[in-house]
Structure formats: C-alpha cells, structure tokens
C-alpha cells in the first residue's frame, strides 16, 4: 500500500535580519544624501552600509561583493535605478528598494513590476524615512530567507522522496495527490509522475484498507 503523506503548511521562519548583520549596498548619485544614510541607517540596527554614487560603480561592486540589499536612487546620470534593477534581475533575486524623491506612481508601478520589493519617496521627515527605510528592508531580507529556506526543505523531502523504496505519495487534505516518487510510478506500472497528480489517493488503495486511510488522511 502506498504511504500517504498530508502536505504540511509552511511553518514561521526565524526573523534573521533582527539577528544578523545585513550588508547594504546604497546607491546615489547625491553624496552628501549617501553619508547621511549611512549614518541613520547603522543607527537603526545591525546594517553595514557601502554606497556607490552610479549604476556602474554599483554593478561592479556587486560583481566583487554579495549584498544583504540594494537601495536605489531613481533618477541618475546614465542610468536610472529601473534600468540598474532590470540588469540586477537578470541574474540576481537580491532585495531592491527604490528610494526616491522624484518618482511618479507610473515609475513606482514598473518599480514593482520589474520586481523592486519596496518604493519610498525620500522627500519627508528624515526620522520617519529612515525608519521606515530600515523597516523595509529587514522585511525584503527576512522575506529572501523564507524562501531560501522554502527551497531548502522542498530539496530536502524530495531527496527523502526518491531515496525510498516505499511507494509515497503526497496528498492535499482532500487526499488528491500533488507529489510522488518513483516508487509510486513502479508499483502501479505509471510512465512517469504525472500520470498520478491530480489523482485521489484512493484509488492506488486497496478498498478494504479505506477505513485506515482515511482516518490516517484525518
């Protein structure tokens, strides 16, 4: 009989950011704006602060360092933080945060659709902004860990999956199936996994062991 695992919910992932140092790489072509960020962001928590005054000085630090985050002015000489974020996407998920004092909603909505993960004007109440500066980001990077952390268990069960000789399927709490291993495929003569998604489990299940299954799926 094969095995029937309910899918788990996601569970909480431990705030990191509150607990580790997050590298910051803060991009600007105002100067004087990028001391004092720095200055009131390492005030706010555990942020380190490395600046750039220009997309290219920019990407050639994140091409010798990893960041934590990158905050970005909007409008720069050469480039802008769009067109900077549309080459970071590229080949990075690295948390982005356009911080502006001359964007428009238009900008702020391609911002989000190019996958910026916050837009902040920086035109305000100085203690306000940095504030919700340091907020946004710890909320970007703890997001990033989630997900890494997401990929990593899924690596794991599958890992668990494929090295067992049991057949075992994983079901929603409707008892549809939505993974297998290959197990399952050999012992019901399947051509591959996808020929059981979809399927209730019910039906790779003897009928007089229905009773147990379904208390188990309880």
């Avoid at 720095?38 to 994140?62: I, M, R, W, Y």
């Avoid at 997900?147 to 399927?169: C, D, F, G, V, Y």
Wanted: aromatic share 6%; hydrophobic share 40%; proline share 3%.
């Amino acid at each position: 009989m094969a095995e029937s695992i309910n899918e788990p919910s996601t569970e909480t992932v431990l705030n990191i950011a509150k607990t580790e140092r997050i590298k910051i790489l803060h991009v600007d072509d105002d100067q004087a704006f990028l001391k004092a960020a720095k200055q009131c962001l390492e005030l706010q928590g555990p942020f380190h602060v490395d600046t750039a005054c220009s997309v290219e000085e920019a990407l050639n630090k994140l091409k010798a360092e990893e960041y934590d985050a990158v905050v970005s002015d909007y409008w720069m000489p050469s480039n802008d933080g769009l067109e900077f974020l549309k080459q970071l996407r590229k080949k990075s998920n690295t948390p982005f945060i356009i911080l502006t004092g001359k964007g428009r909603e238009e900008i702020a909505i391609k911002a989000l659709n190019l996958g910026a993960d916050r837009y902040l004007n920086k035109i305000g109440d100085p203690e306000i902004l940095y504030f919700e500066l340091a907020h946004a980001i710890r909320q970007a990077v703890d997001r990033k860990a989630a997900q890494i952390e997401l990929l990593k268990r899924e690596a794991k069960l599958n890992a668990i999956l494929e090295s067992s000789p049991e057949a075992i399927t994983i079901t929603d709490l409707n008892g549809n199936i939505v993974e297998c291993n290959q197990a399952t495929v050999n012992m019901h003569c399947g051509q591959s996994k996808e020929d059981f998604a979809g399927k209730n489990a019910f039906e790779l299940i003897a009928r007089r062991d229905h009773e147990k299954a379904i208390q188990n799926l309880k």
